[in-house]
């Protein structure tokens, strides 16, 4: 197909980053459903890095080192990392990552793609406030 693909590692060490009651408290808060114990979320998060990086062998392009952008809850991108984060993500992504005339995003255009997808989340996904457009996955 010709595609170039790039694609990041899980930037999280469950057992380093988060530990198990910091897990837990996590797992409630995003999965409260989840009855996944912390050992077989750290060893699956382990085997789907180990996946990734094998992928690089096969021609697609793996984002690397992303952890020092981790937000609070350490599993996220921090908010105020974000614009860097993308900038970074799209010069790898361009392979130029030591380009200095890639254009940076700014913190200004990056609040308002996460105000409009915070709008779409909470007034399309959680309250239903509006119909999901068509073209919305």
């Known amino acids: 197909m010709g595609a170039e693909i790039s694609i990041t590692s899980i930037s999280v060490d469950l057992e380093k980053d988060v530990g198990e009651c910091g897990y837990r408290v996590l797992r ?3 999965f409260p459903f989840s009855d996944t114990p912390f050992a077989e979320a750290a060893q699956a998060t382990k085997e789907i890095n180990h996946f990734i990086e094998g992928l690089s062998s096969q021609g697609i392009h ?3 080192e992303l952890d020092r952008y981790q937000g609070l809850d350490r599993i996220h991108f921090g908010l105020l990392h974000s614009s860097r984060l993308w900038s970074l ?3 790898e992504m361009f392979h130029s990552p030591n380009d200095k005339t890639c254009r940076l995003v700014s913190w200004r255009l990056m609040r308002k793609s ?5 709008i779409r989340l909470f007034g399309t996904d959680l309250f239903q406030l509006r119909e999901r457009e068509p073209d919305l996955f």
Do not use: E
Request: charged share 15%.
């Open 28 to 30: 409630k808060i995003y």
């Open 89 to 91: 993500i799209a010069s």
């Open 62 to 64: 793996v984002i690397r």
């Open 114 to 118: 996460l105000i409009a997808n915070c």
